[in-house]
Nanobody, 116 residues
Framework: QVQLVESGGGLVQPGGSLRLSCAAS????????MSWYRQGPGQARELVATISSDGASTKYAVAVKGRFTISRDNAENTVYLEMKSLKTEDTAVYYC?????????WGQGTQVTVSA
């Protein structure tokens, strides 16, 4: 059974940091590109960051570049999103997604709230 389980969300003050994790199981994680998406209140889901299957290539949305870092550990079947200098506009449900050759899987999401 394919599972993507996000964790690490929570409430943080502006300027703070959080580290999200997404643990994968039930599929060949090391073959899949992994991405983080987010969906803020009343907004469409948007791509935040992507990492290639081997971890050699990463891409970021303009809004988070320089503040967020995506990484993966293929031995642990886990992808991470390190978030620093958080802003109120980063408040959203964060989802991880696994993609390969037209196949994709989504996690259930983890809430990140940035508020004073």
């Amino acid at each position: 059974q394919v599972q993507l389980v996000e964790s690490g969300g929570g409430l943080v003050q502006p300027g703070g940091s959080l580290r999200l994790s997404c643990a994968a199981s039930g599929f060949a994680f090391y073959y899949y590109a992994m991405s983080w998406y987010r969906q803020g209140p009343g907004q469409a889901r948007e791509l935040v960051a992507t990492i290639s299957s081997d971890g050699a290539s990463t891409k970021y949305a303009v809004a988070v570049k320089g503040r967020f870092t995506i990484s993966r550990d293929n031995a642990e079947n886990t992808v991470y999103l390190e978030m620093k200098s958080l802003k109120t506009e980063d408040t959203a449900v964060y989802y991880c997604k696994a993609t390969r050759a037209g196949l994709y899987y989504w996690g259930q999401g983890t809430q990140v709230t940035v508020s004073a």
